[in-house]
């Protein structure tokens, strides 16, 4: 059988190209596998909560509390459905499970990010496989934020809002794309229905058709080495092979990995949608969005209002705030492989503190989203009396500009310290040997 299957399927040659491919042996680099398996999981309860999920705006009776005959409680059929699947056997469970994942891989996807950078394995030739983790990145925030306003509670209906407006914001077109991304003008009747067919059909294809090019690539390309290897064979692969070794190491993160999400998913609620009610005209104060999009919020609490047209556009600080900063942000991400000078391949991951300007710049812009993300809380850094009312913008302002600066600073200070201890240990090292001879 084997034979007759080669023969037509060249099964050996799958063997010999892929299934016998070198993994390197260090703990970093499971943080791509984790993300990976946080899509498929999501794949998976996703596909368990679309069976029972009404994507419609169409209004039914809340059978968990109908009213009277002549006026009967009348909810969106997404709302219900919501309801029901919280009341279904595991039904809240799987939500649970569903809203942690996407969480898990949003946070997995920065860390493994964080990664490529410090050790600069984004150089040559890598650079397209950074820029397809920078849009896995984004696309990935874009559909756990889908996710987050299916429920259609009067939470996730004022998150829509906002987002309405922000797509709104653009000047020249933005009331068009706006109207063209949700349907309508809001609330229109095709809102839920279009978020719906985003969250599980076009941005699940996109993170899918991305992680496969990203696999492919790192396939061809191989994985940039640990240090160890370049003293065991220089320029050779060093590794476990997939089949063999590497693929029951999978398996096992596999199974724990899942293990940890059930337990986290069976302590930790997520969103009550009972608490929230049904859509309403009634504002939630202080809305704020899930933590790897505080920063945005945060720079939309800080920037100054204002307002003035250009050439017929409308410009204001929610267009900048929301829109423009952010893609500015990103976009010095995108460029960090045109940054590098290096004409040489890259075979090894370097040692961050042999870098130390990049790493200052690394910390410094982790820095800049931690302040703005702390700047997302201002309504209640000002409840607590930390910030006042008339303080709050200059203080988190100073802050924008002075915590990155001093980040970097300081870790030219540390880098510095460390390589006075390495030349240290070198020269007594030296000494030693040399009172040995």
Do not use: C
């Amino acid at each position: 059988m084997n034979q007759w299957l080669d023969d037509r399927l060249h099964i050996s040659r799958l063997n010999d190209k892929f299934l016998r491919k070198a993994f390197p042996v260090h703990h970093s680099f499971f943080l791509g596998e984790i993300t990976l398996f946080s899509l498929i999981i999501l794949i998976l309860t996703g596909i368990l909560l679309a069976l029972s999920y009404e994507p419609s705006n169409s209004m039914v009776v809340n059978s968990f509390d109908p009213g009277t005959a002549d006026a009967p409680n009348l909810v969106p059929a997404a709302y219900h459905s919501a309801l029901k699947i919280n009341a279904a056997p595991f039904g809240d469970m799987l939500r649970r499970i569903h809203h942690w994942t996407a969480n898990i891989m949003v946070a997995a996807s920065v860390i493994h990010m964080m990664r490529i950078y410090f050790t600069g394995a984004f150089k040559k030739p890598r650079e397209i496989n950074w820029w397809i983790g920078m849009l896995l990145l984004i696309f990935a925030a874009l559909t756990a934020v889908t996710g987050y306003v299916l429920p259609y509670d009067n939470y996730a209906y004022n998150t829509l809002k906002v987002i309405y407006s922000i797509a709104a914001s653009i000047p020249w077109v933005g009331e068009w794309v706006a109207q063209a991304a949700f349907a309508g003008k809001f609330p229109g009747d095709g809102v839920i229905p279009r978020v719906y067919g985003y969250h599980i059909m076009l941005l699940p294809g996109i993170l899918l058709a991305l992680t496969a090019a990203h696999m492919l690539i790192m396939i061809k390309q191989k994985h940039t080495q640990p240090q160890y290897a370049k003293r065991i064979a220089y320029k050779k692969i060093v590794g476990v092979p997939l089949m063999t070794q590497q693929t029951p190491i999978m398996l096992m993160l596999t199974l724990l990995f899942a293990g940890i999400i059930v337990l986290f998913s069976a302590f930790i609620p997520v969103h009550p949608v009972e608490y929230f009610g049904p859509p309403s005209t009634t504002p939630i104060d202080n809305i704020k969005p899930d933590w790897y999009l505080l920063w945005v919020f945060g720079v939309l609490a800080i920037i100054p209002g204002f307002e003035f047209n250009f050439l017929g556009g409308n410009i204001n600080s929610e267009f900048v705030g929301a829109i423009l900063l952010p893609t500015l942000t990103l976009g010095a991400m995108f460029a960090v492989p045109m940054l590098d000078r290096s004409r040489e391949n890259l075979y090894y991951a370097e040692n961050p503190t042999n870098h130390p300007v990049r790493l200052g710049i690394g910390v410094a812009f982790m820095m800049l989203l931690a302040v703005w993300s702390v700047a997302g809380y201002k309504p209640e850094l000002i409840s607590a009396g930390i910030l006042t009312t008339e303080n709050a913008n200059t203080v988190l302002w100073i802050a924008t500009f002075l915590v990155p600066a001093l980040s970097y600073f300081f870790v030219q200070a540390v880098v510095r310290g460390i390589r006075a201890l390495r030349e240290s240990d070198a020269r007594d090292r030296a000494n030693f040997q040399a009172a040995d001879d």
